[in-house]
Nanobody
């Protein structure tokens, strides 16, 4: 059973930046592709970003392209989400997720692909 813990959320003004972290334990981290998703009140869970096992392949949701960057440090068992130029519409609970993978270049954008989820961290962007 993998265990994921997000951190780094908080309140920030529009135009500001935050970096989210997701610590991974319980399994071998580099056997997993990772993703970030978000869910705002009254809305469906939305794909934000994904990264393959080695970090060489990434994918982003259309609403965050050019502003957010996903990365991972396999030595630290951690995946990051750098969020720049934040907008009020980025306000949501952000979740990281993990799915086991062979050594391929796939960054998985669909929530149903993921096996393990964290509890989420709140990001609030004020206007």
């Amino acid at each position: 059973q993998a265990h994921l813990v997000e951190s780094g959320g908080g309140l920030v003004q529009a135009g500001g930046s935050l970096r989210l972290s997701c610590g991974f334990s319980g399994r071998t981290f580099n056997h997993y592709a990772m993703g970030w998703f978000r869910q705002a009140p009254g809305k469906e869970r939305e794909f934000v970003a994904a990264i393959n096992w080695g970090g060489g392949s990434t994918d982003y949701g259309d609403s965050v392209k050019g502003r957010f960057t996903i990365s991972r440090d396999n030595a630290k068992n951690t995946v990051y989400l750098q969020m720049n130029s934040l907008k009020p519409e980025d306000t949501a609970v952000y979740y990281c997720a993990a799915r086991p993978t062979i050594y391929n270049d796939i960054a998985y954008p669909r929530a149903v692909e993921y096996h393990y989820w964290g509890q989420g961290t709140q990001v609030t962007v004020s206007s």
